[in-house]
């Protein structure tokens, strides 16, 4: 079934779960580095290989990570919780089991605005975040596609066991409708830019740090129970969420106009196909044998330390944004683009520097951007907050029009210095000798009476017909203003 008729028959309900890796220095439960790369199992210790009698001790900065990630979630932080192990067997998992959190999570009954491409807040509840540690990492060797079925042997590498990780679980998000899959992508992109903005973690979803499992369920109407849900393990990228959401309410739409029920199961993303295909059943009350974990102590975060850490949360995303619409007083589509193109920290510190909101924009947007894509690296790499807004102020003394400026913005993205100084050492400055520039307009006049003519008649568009040879005379340094007025001067007598 078309996505469009599924949505126009079934309500669509999502549930999220996110994991992000916290960027501490040392893993959960033990003093191994935490680090991404390295040789295979070079970043392990007795107790993240799970060695008979190794201790676990829980990090201290991942703790206070994770008040920070359900401080900003707007959730409640428990007074005191406990670990607990959850039992599986599987090669990554060395000890049999995970470290997690079960029943006493860290954090709990948040609540946090999602804003869509139109400005629409969506608000998603968020149930809990607890702690636990990521397993390591299984590579299947000699099978089609590094799947385990038909591999010659399997590796595995611990580096990854152990590392420190933050789950946030939301409650049912309803009411999204045939939004349901931008409400899912741009859920999991308010928490990355959370993440960032707390700085627990790098947040490249490219590399992982953050994974999200995506549940869908479809019912008859608002008024209807729950719906069987599926979810879809380990999506790594914005459009892969937006897909995968597509794809499972069209899919079980099928189902169930074919009279069948939908299957309680985990599913596998696959890029290629942009498909889901069934991995394992699912039941609610999976056999993990959840208990506690006797080998640590429960945590207990002091209450002033966690108003300490409330105290010194930075500026959430939206409150920037907010702040700064107002500030700059640019539109809400003009700040999303900004956004989008990761400029928004260049754009405030060329403020910041000294520019206008409109002339840093225009700069970072624009003509930086064009020649970072040029050049294939990030903007940021091509001039300096203080750089650009130099430049602007070039520009606005009257040194500098606009073609010269991106001259020698070319010249600073090449490494050749602040803007002053590429202005001089290529001679750039705007032409201030009146004669050079009289010259240049008289020779114009002279050379197109036909142009002179309709100026003459009131057609004042066609002074712009005059301003080529006059820069090309100038070789690009004139005044344009100051052109402008010379020749109605003289046409005018
Ligand atoms: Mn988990």
Redesign the pocket.
């Known amino acids: 079934m078309k996505y469009q008729d599924a949505v126009a028959k079934y309500d669509p309900v999502l549930g999220i779960e996110v994991?992000v890796e916290l960027g501490t220095a040392t893993k959960m439960f033990d003093a191994a580095p935490n680090t991404f790369g390295g040789g295979p199992n070079e970043n392990t210790t007795p107790a993240s290989l799970g060695l008979p009698g190794a201790l676990p001790s829980v990090n201290g900065k991942a703790v206070e990570y994770a008040v920070r990630i359900g401080l900003a979630l707007g959730c409640e932080i428990a007074e005191s919780c406990r670990f607990a192990r959850k039992n599986y067997f599987y090669p990554d998992v060395p000890k049999n089991f995970q470290t997690?959190q079960y029943d006493e999570p860290i954090a709990f009954d948040g609540q946090i605005d999602v804003e869509l491409e139109d400005g629409t807040i969506v608000p998603v509840q968020i149930e809990r975040a607890h702690m636990?540690e990521d397993a390591g990492k299984n590579t299947h060797v000699g099978g089609a596609a590094g799947r385990i079925h038909g591999a010659e042997h399997s590796l595995v590498d611990y580096n990854r066991a152990g590392v420190p990780l933050v789950?946030i679980v939301t409650r049912p998000i309803e009411g999204a409708g045939e939004r349901a899959p931008e409400v899912a992508a741009a859920y999991v992109r308010t928490l990355r830019d959370i993440f960032r903005a707390l700085d627990v973690s790098e947040a490249r979803m490219e590399q992982g740090n953050v994974r999200a499992d995506i549940n869908v369920s479809l019912r008859e109407s608002p008024d209807a129970p729950l719906g069987t849900r599926t979810e879809t393990k380990n999506v790594n990228s914005f459009r892969s969420i937006e897909r995968a959401v597509r794809f499972e309410v069209a899919r079980q739409a099928d189902v169930l106009d074919a009279g069948e029920a939908v299957v309680q199961e985990t599913r596998h993303f696959h890029e290629d196909t942009g498909g889901t295909s069934p991995g394992r059943p699912k039941s609610d009350a999976d056999d993990y044998r959840y208990f506690p974990e006797p080998d640590l102590v429960p945590v207990a975060p002091p209450r002033e330390w966690v108003e300490e850490i409330r105290a010194a949360l930075p500026e959430l995303p939206a409150a920037r944004r907010r702040r700064l619409l107002g500030e700059w007083g640019i539109g809400e589509l003009e700040m999303r683009d900004i956004i989008n193109a990761g400029l928004l920290d260049q754009v405030e510190a060329t403020v910041a520097a000294g520019a206008g909101p409109d002339a840093a924009r225009k700069w970072w947007m624009g003509e930086i951007a064009r020649l970072a894509k040029q050049s294939e690296v990030s903007p940021e790499a091509l001039a300096t907050p203080e750089a650009v807004a130099e430049l602007q102020q070039l520009v606005e003394a009257g040194k500098l029009n606009d073609k010269l400026a991106r001259k020698v913005l070319a010249g600073v993205a090449e490494g050749r210095g602040m803007p002053a100084e590429v202005m001089a050492a290529d001679g750039l400055e705007i032409v201030q000798d009146d004669g050079a520039l009289e010259a240049a307009v008289e020779a114009a006049l002279a050379d197109n009476p036909d142009v002179v003519e309709k100026i003459r008649g009131g057609k004042m568009q066609a002074i712009g017909a005059l301003m080529g040879p006059i820069m090309k005379a100038t070789r690009g340094q004139a005044d344009a203003g100051k052109a402008r007025e010379l020749i109605l001067a003289k046409i005018n007598g």
Do not use: A, C, K
Request: charged share 50%.
């Open positions: 994991h997690s636990e789950e």
